[in-house]
């Protein structure tokens, strides 16, 4: 069973352009959460996803930021007219049906940097 | 707010002593879950352990042992007989939400010297 997958691994943006980052949840686990960790900071949530819901996005910007769960394929966090700012690590993890307070699984992180 | 604070931000042990990290908590739920997360330089997210808040045995994986003082809202990690492949950022985190949102602390790097 493939852990939980996040491409690219590593992303290059200009300032004003879009960044789109994948996740793919390990098989079978139906709830997708994404984290941001900041130079020198722990993580920070910022959206909880489920099958072409979003459950839970107050850890995320209002603007420029929105993010996806559909019923076929990875979950899509999207960000609008990057800004150096937006420069972090971004987490997917994932947790199977009926566990999700109990264990949430990482994948190895997208890092963003905006020139 | 509920907040999470690792009030070491570096901790150095040599290889085969202990080291404890603390961690202490802010929460007005009585059911949540508290972890230990290890991030060594790869940045990869590793849990290390799982705490229950209504089980009061302290958990233990292999050389990582937890001090839960739930009155307290203090979760420390104890790391025994260290070794150089534990070097890494290790941060606590819980979760009080049925969905489990988890809210982390700040970190604290642990460097295992020789």
């Known amino acids: 069973n493939a852990g939980v997958m996040q491409n690219p691994r590593h992303l290059v943006r200009r300032r004003g352009q879009e960044a789109r980052l994948r996740c793919s949840p390990m098989k079978g686990h139906s709830h997708v959460y994404w984290y941001r960790q900041l130079p020198e900071e722990g993580l920070k949530f910022m959206v909880y996803l489920q099958k072409e819901n979003i459950i839970d996005e107050s850890g995320m910007p209002k603007e420029r930021f929105s993010a996806e769960f559909p019923k076929e394929g990875p979950s899509i966090l999207r960000i609008q007219q990057v800004v150096r700012g937006d420069s972090a690590a971004y987490f997917c993890a994932s947790s199977p049906p009926g566990q999700a307070k109990e264990t949430q699984y990482f994948g190895p992180g997208t890092r963003l940097l905006v020139l | 707010a509920q907040t999470v604070t690792q009030s070491q931000p570096e901790m150095s042990v040599q290889e085969a002593e202990t080291v404890t990290l603390s961690c202490t908590y802010d929460?007005?739920?009585?059911?949540?879950?508290l972890f230990w997360y290890k991030q060594p330089p790869s940045r990869q997210m590793i849990l290390v352990i799982r705490?229950?808040?209504?089980?009061?045995q302290n958990a233990t994986e292999n050389r990582f042992s937890v001090n839960f003082q739930k009155a307290a809202k203090s979760f420390s990690l104890k790391i025994s007989d260290s070794q150089l492949g534990d070097t890494a950022m290790y941060f606590c985190a819980y979760t009080t939400d049925s969905w489990g949102k988890l809210q982390f602390g700040a970190g604290t790097q642990v460097v295992v010297t020789p």
């Open positions: 705490q229950e808040a209504y089980k009061q």
């Open positions: 929460t007005s739920e009585n059911n949540y879950y």
